[in-house]
């Protein structure tokens, strides 16, 4: 069942509209009516939300094809839920990008045609050679969307100076109002930047790792719960929680457009970009079709949708994609400050040396950090 806020939001003209503008992956073709054919099922493995209809209606009815999405939260689950169905179950899956590699190299995904993408006009040069996308000089999956995660608080509890550092999570006042998104890697990768370590923050030699451990263990005492993401959005919404470790503008983005007092900032000591991305899975019959779609996401309309995704809004990281944002809906594009100039525009972001990409513990294991996770937990 889908959560309320996602089945009573009105979508608005400016949604309905995009799919009439020019450029890209054009839908707006004549569509001619394909009854006596039977559907073509795609099934997709994904976070919430990319498989519903705001996403995918579109394109499913130009293409009379149907998406049956399998939805995960965290790259541990998606790799499991992969290892544990037969081969080809999965025709389209979505992955956070710091798990491509184990995708390739366990044989879940198939080689991408490089020249089927806009590589040429991605919004940052690293976009058009994400690390652990490429291997042997072959691209296995293509990046879509992403998003920054640092500080995200009520703000009528903390102010925008506080929230400026993750010292703020230990205010006295937000004692027991303090959640986090159930998932290790986003928040331990914002302890490691709390304790300075920057650009080295998932490359942790042993004293390191103690250290980003011990600090997580001191704040404890202010945590209220550990939540999915219903329970990470419903908390922020009704005041149950007063900030929030682990997440971003992804959940208090919703939030925030539906007039709720909550932000997300970048704080001094860095954040962390997800980034997500589509790859088709091994031994899939449906690739072309496949490829099909990834090019739609990547094309402005696709862009424009994955900004105002009612699940939780993205980035986009194609020109042609940030320029129709701005033409078809300037106010998600201002709030979300992906306008060139903006002190916190994310390319801006990226170059300042204030965004690092998450990735995955270099000197540890991921049952290392998620053992700690555990424990931490049930502390």
């Known amino acids: 069942?889908?959560?309320?806020?996602?089945?009573?939001?009105?979508?608005?003209?400016?949604?309905?509209?995009?799919?009439?503008?020019?450029?890209?992956?054009?839908?707006?073709?004549?569509?001619?009516?394909?009854?006596?054919?039977?559907t073509t099922e795609i099934n997709m493995l994904a976070w919430y939300g990319h498989g519903e209809p705001d996403m995918v209606g579109a394109f499913e009815e130009a293409n009379n094809v149907?998406?049956?999405?399998?939805?995960?939260?965290g790259g541990?689950?998606?790799l499991a839920l992969i290892a544990q169905s037969p081969p080809g179950t999965y025709d389209i899956i979505l992955s956070d990008a710091e798990f491509v590699q184990q995708l390739n190299a366990a044989g879940y995904i198939e080689e991408l045609n490089a020249a089927d993408y806009p590589l040429d006009d991605m919004l940052h040069e690293d976009f058009t050679k994400f690390p652990g996308h490429w291997a042997d000089d072959k691209l296995y999956s293509m990046m879509v969307r992403g998003g920054h995660l640092g500080v995200s608080y009520n703000t009528t509890a903390a102010s925008a100076e506080e929230a400026a550092?993750?010292?703020?999570?230990?205010?006295?006042?937000?004692?027991?109002?303090?959640?986090?998104?159930?998932?290790?890697?986003?928040?331990?990768?914002?302890?490691?930047?709390?304790?300075?370590?920057?650009?080295?923050?998932?490359?942790?030699?042993?004293?390191?790792?103690?250290?980003?451990q011990d600090t997580t263990l001191s704040l404890r005492p202010q945590v209220g719960g550990f939540f999915d993401y219903g329970g990470t959005f419903n908390g922020l919404k009704n005041g149950e929680m007063l900030a929030m470790c682990g997440i971003g503008d992804w959940i208090t983005g919703v939030l925030e457009r539906d007039g709720a007092p909550v932000a997300?900032?970048?704080?001094?000591?860095?954040g962390i970009q997800f980034t997500e991305s589509y790859s088709i899975g091994k031994d899939s019959e449906k690739a072309d079709i496949c490829t099909k779609f990834i090019q739609y996401m990547l094309s402005p309309e696709g862009q424009v949708k994955s900004a105002q995704m009612l699940a939780y809004p993205g980035f986009c990281i194609t020109k042609a994609g940030r320029a129709m944002l701005q033409e078809v809906d300037p106010a998600e594009a201002k709030r979300s400050h992906q306008i060139e100039g903006m002190a916190n525009d994310p390319i801006a972001l990226i170059n300042e040396g204030r965004i690092h990409y998450r990735d995955i513990p270099q000197q540890q294991s991921l049952e290392d950090w998620n053992d700690f996770w555990s424990e931490y937990k049930n502390a």
């Not at 998406?67 to 939260?73: G, Q, S």
């Open 1 to 38: 069942m889908k959560p309320k806020h996602l089945t009573t939001r009105r979508m608005t003209p400016t949604r309905r509209d995009v799919l009439r503008i020019g450029g890209g992956i054009a839908l707006s073709a004549p569509f001619v009516s394909r009854a006596w054919a039977s």
């Open 66 to 73: 149907k998406f049956v999405p399998k939805y995960y939260a």
């Open 76 to 78: 541990d689950n998606m």
């Open 165 to 212: 550092s993750y010292d703020v999570f230990w205010k006295e006042s937000l004692k027991g109002k303090a959640g986090h998104f159930d998932w290790h890697l986003p928040t331990l990768g914002m302890m490691s930047l709390k304790n300075g370590n920057g650009a080295g923050l998932w490359d942790l030699d042993d004293a390191a790792w103690q250290s980003v």
């Open 264 to 270: 997300s900032t970048i704080p001094k000591e860095g």
